[in-house]
């Protein structure tokens, strides 16, 4: 298993894109997916604690953070492919995959289509099921708004529905922190991001499938993805 040009910020070419990542720490390697609409510092502090027993490895998906892409039709198969080229890549055989909200949907798509390549799977705060006709309509309506009006009103409801009304009080600087994350991605990565979600498709007849080791971690006051 290859360490070498390990670091922040890092880049590989893969499939005639530039896919940014950090890749810090030695021994048994996890691949953290962030979530919709975050880049891969949402993991920051997870990879400051983890370096020192495990490889940690984070990328920006396709079309977030430094992870331009602007022009392709987004997709968590076309997400899952690319984590795949990226541990390819890396020479990583088996990977521990650790995927928040959309990075669970990710991980599990990814898990379907490419089983052999996962040691252990951890899903936070995400789900199986796909979006029902109400939800795929409200990301839609989502998309046209944020195209008419830019994403900071979008980013503004998203904040208040994804955390505690006491987090928003009691802990301004992690909720601006978010904030700033979300607003540094284009227009074109929240509305391509949405209709990637509306567009998913189901994994939960495929979860006995699930033959590693499975840690599942949801908040306990989530609304978005509730226990």
Same mark, same amino acid.
């Given at each position: 298993?290859?360490?070498?040009?390990?670091?922040?910020?890092?880049?590989?070419?893969?499939?005639?894109?530039?896919?940014?990542?950090?890749?810090?720490?030695?021994?048994?390697?996890?691949?953290?997916?962030?979530?919709?609409?975050?880049?891969?510092?949402?993991?920051?502090?997870?990879? &400051? %604690?983890?370096?020192?027993?495990?490889?940690?490895?984070?990328? &920006?998906?396709? +079309?977030? +953070?430094?992870?331009?892409?602007?022009?392709? $039709?987004?997709?968590?198969?076309?997400?899952? &492919?690319?984590?795949?080229?990226?541990?390819?890549?890396? $020479?990583?055989?088996?990977? %521990?995959?650790?995927?928040?909200?959309?990075? #669970?949907?990710?991980?599990?798509?990814?898990?379907?289509?490419?089983?052999?390549?996962?040691?252990?799977?951890?899903?936070?705060?995400?789900?199986?099921?796909? &979006?029902?006709?109400?939800?795929?309509?409200?990301?839609?309506?989502?998309? @046209? @708004?944020?195209?008419?009006? +830019?994403?900071?009103?979008?980013?503004?409801?998203?904040?208040?529905?994804?955390?505690?009304?006491? %987090?928003?009080?009691?802990?301004?600087?992690?909720?601006? @922190?978010?904030? %700033?994350?979300?607003?540094?991605?284009?227009?074109?990565?929240?509305?391509?991001?949405?209709?990637?979600?509306?567009?998913?498709?189901?994994?939960?007849?495929?979860?006995?499938?699930?033959?590693?080791?499975?840690?599942?971690?949801? #908040?306990?006051?989530?609304?978005?993805?509730?226990?």
């Amino acid at each position: 298993m290859s360490t070498t040009n390990q670091g922040r910020n890092l880049t590989k070419n893969i499939s005639n894109f530039t896919l940014a990542y950090d890749d810090l720490g030695e021994g048994i390697p996890i691949i953290f997916l962030h979530g919709f609409p975050f880049t891969k510092s949402m993991w920051s502090n997870q990879i &400051d %604690t983890l370096q020192q027993k495990y490889r940690v490895i984070a990328p &920006d998906i396709r +079309g977030f +953070g430094n992870s331009k892409d602007d022009s392709s $039709e987004l997709s968590m198969d076309l997400f899952a &492919d690319d984590m795949i080229s990226l541990l390819d890549k890396l $020479e990583l055989d088996k990977v %521990t995959v650790c995927g928040l909200s959309m990075g #669970g949907y990710i991980a599990l798509n990814a898990f379907e289509r490419y089983p052999e390549r996962f040691k252990a799977i951890i899903l936070c705060d995400t789900q199986c099921n796909a &979006d029902n006709e109400e939800g795929k309509a409200k990301r839609y309506k989502s998309i @046209e @708004e944020i195209k008419s009006k +830019g994403t900071a009103e979008f980013t503004a409801g998203f904040i208040k529905n994804a955390f505690h009304p006491e %987090t928003l009080t009691s802990k301004p600087e992690i909720v601006s @922190e978010i904030r %700033t994350m979300m607003l540094s991605n284009s227009i074109q990565a929240f509305t391509h991001g949405l209709k990637a979600l509306a567009e998913r498709k189901e994994t939960c007849s495929k979860l006995d499938q699930i033959n590693v080791p499975a840690l599942i971690i949801c #908040g306990s006051d989530d609304m978005l993805t509730p226990v």
